[in-house]
């Protein structure tokens, strides 16, 4: 059975910085393409981060760029995501999600119907 959990989650100040882990099982890791979405209230899910499985290419949502970098270890079966200079518009709930599908233009793991396993999520709330 395939599990994403995350964790790091909570209630910073603007400015803040946090660190979210996703640890995985019932999967290989290094053949998954993962990614991190976020939900605020009221609004879509959206992409913040995605890394390819060989680690190599990386994409960040224009909100995010400069602040947040998503990374993996895949000794340790975790993904992680550094989220650096907080906004309150950071807050929302952060989901982990992993792909076996290989698309050729990063980009296009920007789509959550890309994805095969979500994680139940993680709250941060950023105060301003």
């Known amino acids: 059975q395939v599990q994403l959990v995350e964790s790091g989650g909570g209630l910073v100040q603007a400015g803040d910085s946090l660190r979210l882990s996703c640890g995985t099982s019932?999967?290989?890791?290094?053949?998954?393409?993962m990614a991190w979405f976020r939900q605020a209230p009221g609004k879509e899910r959206e992409l913040v981060a995605a890394?390819?499985?060989?680690?190599?290419?990386?994409y960040n949502g224009d909100s995010v760029k400069g602040r947040f970098t998503i990374s993996r270890d895949n000794a340790k079966n975790t993904v992680y995501l550094q989220m650096n200079s907080l906004k309150p518009e950071d807050t929302g709930v952060y989901y982990c999600?992993?792909?076996?599908?290989?698309?050729?233009?990063?980009?296009?793991?920007?789509?959550?119907?890309?994805?095969?396993?979500w994680g139940q999520g993680t709250q941060v709330t950023v105060s301003s």
């Open positions: 999600a992993a792909t076996l599908k290989y698309y050729s233009d990063i980009i296009d793991y920007t789509q959550m119907g890309a994805y095969a396993y």
């Open positions: 019932g999967l290989t890791l290094s053949y998954q393409n």
């Open positions: 890394i390819r499985y060989t680690g190599s290419t990386t």
